[in-house]
């Protein structure tokens, strides 16, 4: 530590050594003092319980990091109380990425953005557990039930809020929900544009091969 810093300055160390070298210390000593909480304010649980996506950081216990991006209708992202946020986590593709780095590090980062409304994001870091789905019921009975008829969750990640902080908006884009309407011209026309399709396992629904990578050599190293 800088011996003109604070001993309690949120952060790490690696982005207090860039602020020294920038000359950022006073300014982001005002964003740590006016906009970094260690909880969930009421504000913030509202922005939270609306909210219909979110992007996902996680690591492994080497730092190899992964990002990813959780959807679901507003609530799938629930608000356990100012210290604990919960969302479901279902098959995907079976790789398990995000809860097996989770297994090996809990440390998480959320980024959630309203594109449409206020135009302004949260970020929510904290420590994350996989919890099944008859424990956390058996601990918070008024979870939302599935809106597929007779899927469960595999497991549940739960978030313990560390840092709570405001993304600001000067760089959001406004996007706007497109209608919902049948494009009878696209081969895979079951889909229809805009329509989410929660828990399906179609391979067209799911974006199939899009970007052609089946057919490529591999060329992955061992993590």
Known sequence: MHHDERADRPGSQGEHQIQRELGTVGRADRFYDEQVLDRLNPRMQEFVARQEMFFLATADSNGECDSTFRAGPPGFLQVLDEKALAYPEYRGNGVMASLGNIRENPHVGLLMIDFSQDRIGLHVNGRARLVTDDA??????????????????????EVEVEEAYIHCSKHIPRLVRAPLRQNANRADSSAADGEQAWGTDDVKRKGGDYFGAAAQERGLASR
Do not use: A, F, S
Not at 137 to 149: A, G, I, K, S, T
């Open 136 to 157: 956390m019921r058996q601990r918070y009975p008024d979870l939302p039930v599935d809106p597929v008829p007779g899927r469960r969750p595999h497991v549940w990640v």
